[in-house]
């Protein structure tokens, strides 16, 4: 399955500034069910890229622009790549770990010790609430992917999905309170529930093809449209990193494409920057996202 992204952002400024260095996390990560083919980066004003792999393996474009005034910029990206179909369940836990809860062994847990830590609200009663009620007693003998599967879709029907263009991920508390949030809202709250239960688990960006999550999920909405996409994972023994989509409820397929894993979700916004100015500059942003199927 050949797919392509076209991907623009824009910022405009209401008055010129000094472009700092931006840090664009955009390139997919390539993997056993998928080849990038191409990949294009073009800036506006034009600006000098390198690359560099940062401490999860995630490959990042560093732009450094020249330090002239300009009222905008735009990061066009232009990708395409091929994947190989896959179906999400097909996968052996180790015997250890078929039944929750379960351990992680020593060298396990030194790996995962990132993706293990609990955020401040992880240990609220708000979320050992909301586990209670959604999964009655969280330490009782169960299936671990059908915990997972039930954790999945608790926090997609517990939670109301909205839009958000503005920056930051809100906290799992905070996502409960409002009973809504965004894609990556809602991938927080999954992610730590999922520690509260001392299951690691990871923050994911990346690209979901829109005729995939609308089929698949068999929902109206789709989180994808005009933006990035963010899921998350969990890592299972025997298993490795697998996939889990809150907003629509469902574990990732080879649809899902990442872009860049961390263990927080601030450490992997899809563009990250800086511009110098004196005195408080109002912005703003404005993206443009093509996905879809290559024809043969």
Not at 95 to 121: G, M, T, V
Not at 253 to 262: E, G, L, Q, Y
Request: aromatic share 10%; glycine share 6%; charged share 25%.
């Amino acid at each position: 399955m050949r797919i392509y992204v076209d991907h623009r952002t824009e910022y405009r400024y209401e008055r010129p500034v000094v472009l700092g260095e931006h840090s664009l996390f955009l390139r997919p990560r390539e993997s056993q069910s998928l080849h990038v083919a191409s990949f294009s980066l073009e800036t506006d004003p034009v600006c000098k890229i390198r690359w560099v792999r940062d401490c999860f393996n995630n490959v990042v474009a560093v732009a450094s622009f020249n330090p002239e005034p300009t009222s905008s910029v735009v990061f066009q990206c232009r990708m395409r790549f091929e994947v190989i179909e896959d179906n999400p369940f097909d996968f052996i836990l180790e015997r250890r770990a078929a039944e929750f809860p379960f351990a992680y062994d020593e060298r396990e847990r030194s790996a995962l010790s990132p993706y293990l830590q609990a955020a401040s609200s992880t240990e609220s009663a708000a979320l050992s609430a909301w586990l209670q009620d959604t999964l009655g007693d969280p330490r009782r003998t169960r299936d671990t992917t059908i915990l997972l599967t039930d954790l999945n879709r608790a926090v997609h029907d517990s939670i109301a999905y909205t839009r958000r263009d503005e920056e930051g991920t809100r906290s799992a508390d905070e996502t409960l309170r409002l009973r809504s949030g965004s894609c990556r809202d809602m991938a927080e709250l999954f992610i730590a529930a999922s520690r509260a239960l001392g299951l690691a688990a990871r923050f994911v960006s990346g690209y979901l093809c829109e005729s995939a999550a609308s089929s698949t999920s068999g929902s109206s909405h789709n989180a994808a449209t005009g933006s990035m996409h963010a899921w998350a994972e969990v890592y299972l023994p025997g298993a490795g990193w697998r996939g889990f989509d809150p907003t629509n409820g469902i574990m990732t397929t080879h649809h899902f494409v990442t872009s860049a894993v961390s263990n927080r979700p601030d450490w992997v916004n899809p563009i990250q920057g800086q511009y110098l100015h004196r005195g408080r500059v109002d912005s703003r942003m404005s993206v443009e996202l093509n996905v879809g199927a290559v024809e043969a």
